[in-house]
């Protein structure tokens, strides 16, 4: 079967299992869209696509009923769900109580809730974060993006852009990734700060690109350790995508066990992971 064909075959199983109760068909223009987000998801290649994630309310839940799910799992952790997003260059929609969005809520709430819970509150507390923004069909400058972090307003964003399409523990795993960042900012005061400590850590001859942006768009494909010291073909455009990587790799339940496959004969990759395990303890105290 053309692989075309295949995607369509699997956006219209996709969005049938997310809907709920017998929706009629989509459109051509959306299932082009479906199609073409299958094909961009850079983690397509390193996904386990039997791995899943439970739905946080029936089916046929309202979009208030999910954000009042979210708001009281987020205040747990002394969070505070936010359902727009104004920044300069930053585009972003609120949900509807359409079917489709009611979907796309489900499903993003279903990989970002238990994702967040897998720190301890003080976690948030000590890197001040506040917010965790959901939104769909974000974009920054132009570039259509699933999460982002926004140190500027205490919080980090994730969005559902065809989320359905793509795979789930490849979201989970930009979760911890965009949280990293706001991590690194909040630590050095700077997105792209590049820290000495790490860098004396890589193998000798391991050179960065030009910086994450320069991904997107090209139909990438972020295959895992192509290289010594490295967890990820992302890893290799720049030391805070590296640092971020390696983070996102070790608290994603689908991944981290090949992290640990490779730090058994990777020691610079080891100890890239022990160095972020210790920004980990530092703070939350324990960990």
């Known amino acids: 079967m053309p692989a075309c064909r295949l995607l369509s075959c699997i956006a219209l199983a996709l969005l049938s299992a997310c809907a709920s109760g017998g929706p009629p068909a989509p459109s051509a223009a959306y299932a082009l869209a ?14 386990d696509w039997n791995v899943r994630y439970a739905p946080v309310a029936a089916k046929d839940a309202s979009v208030a009923q999910l954000q009042a799910i979210a708001t009281a799992r987020l205040a747990a952790l002394q969070l505070v769900p936010a359902w727009t997003l104004s920044m300069p260059g930053s585009e972003a929609h609120a949900f509807t109580e359409s079917e489709q969005d009611r979907a796309g809520l489900q499903l993003l709430l279903s990989i970002v809730l238990p994702a967040m819970e897998r720190y301890p509150a003080r976690v948030f507390t000590q890197t001040g974060l506040r917010h965790v923004v959901l939104v769909k069909d974000l974009s920054v400058d132009g570039q259509r993006r699933l999460a982002m972090p926004a140190p500027e307003i205490d919080s980090v964003v994730y969005a559902d852009n065809l989320l359905a399409a793509m795979c789930p523990s490849g979201m989970e795993l930009r979760v911890h990734h965009e949280y990293y960042h706001f991590i690194e900012y909040r630590l050095f005061n700077d997105f792209y700060y590049r820290d000495p400590a790490w860098l004396a850590l890589n193998p000798p001859g391991t050179a960065y690109g030009q910086g994450g942006a320069t991904a997107y768009g090209k139909g990438f494909q972020n295959l895992g350790h192509p290289q010594p010291g490295l967890v990820s073909l992302y890893a290799a455009y720049g030391p805070e995508e590296d640092k971020a990587e390696v983070f ?31 920004v980990l303890d530092t703070l939350a105290g324990s960990y």
Do not use: H, I, N
Request: hydrophobic content about 40%; some cysteine; proline content about 4%.
């Open 34 to 47: 479906f199609e073409r987000a299958a094909q961009q998801d850079s983690m397509r290649s390193e996904c």
């Open 248 to 278: 996102g790799w070790m608290m994603t339940p689908a991944y981290t066990v090949r992290l640990q496959r490779w730090t058994a004969f990777d020691p610079a990759l080891l100890a890239k992971r022990q160095k972020l395990m210790e």
